[in-house]
């Protein structure tokens, strides 16, 4: 079967700006995988190319085997994006039950408000929810043609702790179904723990693409942070032996090194010391460079 998702060497210029650079992308049927990268690094274009929502100026898109276009109007794929309005002045069992109806084959009514945790939020107009309540009627239009593929821009942005959890569990519940689940977020932590596989993006290029486990392992060195005690120089913490970076973070310095055996040893005595491997936020600065 064709993958869900193929993109070859697919370019795209705003100007002078190259957003997108020659990118390659291949997502399987069933995987849920995670694009990251910095504002402006291209995801957000490589999204809409995706769904045919840009055209790129080089390169090919398909989805499932079709042009996004066609595969949009066969139901296979929903889309929540971070830009666009929702319809006014109607309620929110209204809009849902008319997109529900464009779809061949929609999700059933009361399973998509359950999913998006609208049940209590039927009759209440769109023009007067909230930004988390207007974000999850954005995912509750996403599933109504209970589509094959689901592409997510952000998601959890402007809900709450408890919402942004119920979002992830309706998204491994499709995902168990074999539903195929691409997201961007800004949040490391929800790609590490809900995607499995991540995909790095930096100027409009694949940086990096493996597992949350493969980039942080891809990132050698370990994390040494300690109390930072006044007076104490930061440039003095950087000529210490093995240290790459040195970030001062709340009271505290965190250092990067290669070597925390002699970066130990040379440091001494310290208030409040944690020794640590690199987490994904870490690797994800690493795989991207400067700034």
């Known amino acids: 079967?064709?993958?869900?998702?193929?993109?070859?060497?697919?370019?795209?210029?705003?100007?002078?700006?190259?957003?997108?650079?020659?990118?390659?992308?291949?997502?399987?049927?069933?995987?849920?995988?995670?694009?990251?990268?910095?504002?402006?690094?291209?995801?957000?274009?490589?999204?809409?190319?995706?769904?045919?929502?840009?055209?790129?100026?080089?390169?090919?898109?398909?989805?499932?085997?079709?042009?996004?276009?066609?595969?949009?109007?066969?139901?296979?794929?929903?889309?929540?994006?971070?830009?666009?309005?929702?319809?006014?002045?109607?309620?929110?069992?209204?809009?849902?039950?008319?997109?529900?109806?464009?779809?061949?084959?929609?999700?059933?009514?009361?399973?998509?408000?359950?999913?998006?945790?609208?049940?209590?939020?039927?009759?209440?107009?769109?023009?007067?929810?909230?930004?988390?309540?207007?974000?999850?009627?954005?995912?509750?239009?996403?599933?109504?043609?209970?589509?094959?593929?689901?592409?997510?821009?952000?998601?959890?942005?402007?809900?709450?702790?408890?919402?942004?959890?119920?979002l992830w569990t309706a998204m491994r519940a499709d995902a168990s179904r074999g539903k195929t689940v691409v997201f961007c977020t800004h949040y490391l932590e929800e790609a590490d723990q809900n995607a499995g596989r991540i995909v790095i993006v930096d100027s409009g290029r694949i940086t990096a693409d493996g597992t949350g486990a493969q980039l942080k392992e891809a990132v050698s060195g370990r994390i040494v942070s300690f109390e930072l005690r006044e007076g104490t120089s930061t440039a003095a913490l950087e000529r210490l032996p093995g240290v790459t970076t040195v970030e001062v973070r709340g009271g505290r310095a965190i250092l990067r090194t290669l070597d925390s055996d002699a970066t130990l040893a040379a440091l001494g005595p310290v208030p409040r010391l944690e020794v640590t491997g690199v987490g994904l936020e870490d690797a994800f600065v690493a795989l991207t460079g400067p700034r």
């Open 1 to 166: 079967m064709s993958p869900a998702v193929r993109m070859a060497g697919v370019r795209k210029s705003y100007g002078d700006v190259r957003a997108v650079d020659g990118l390659d992308l291949t997502i399987e049927r069933g995987e849920t995988v995670a694009l990251l990268g910095r504002n402006g690094a291209g995801k957000s274009t490589a999204i809409s190319i995706m769904l045919g929502l840009v055209p790129p100026e080089a390169g090919t898109v398909e989805l499932f085997g079709r042009a996004p276009a066609r595969a949009l109007r066969d139901g296979l794929v929903g889309a929540m994006l971070q830009e666009g309005g929702l319809v006014p002045r109607i309620k929110v069992r209204e809009l849902v039950s008319f997109v529900r109806g464009t779809f061949p084959d929609p999700m059933p009514y009361t399973e998509i408000l359950e999913t998006a945790g609208l049940v209590a939020l039927a009759d209440k107009r769109v023009d007067k929810l909230s930004g988390g309540q207007s974000q999850r009627v954005r995912f509750a239009l996403a599933l109504a043609g209970d589509p094959d593929l689901i592409v997510l821009d952000e998601p959890t942005a402007a809900l709450d702790v408890e919402a942004r959890r119920e």
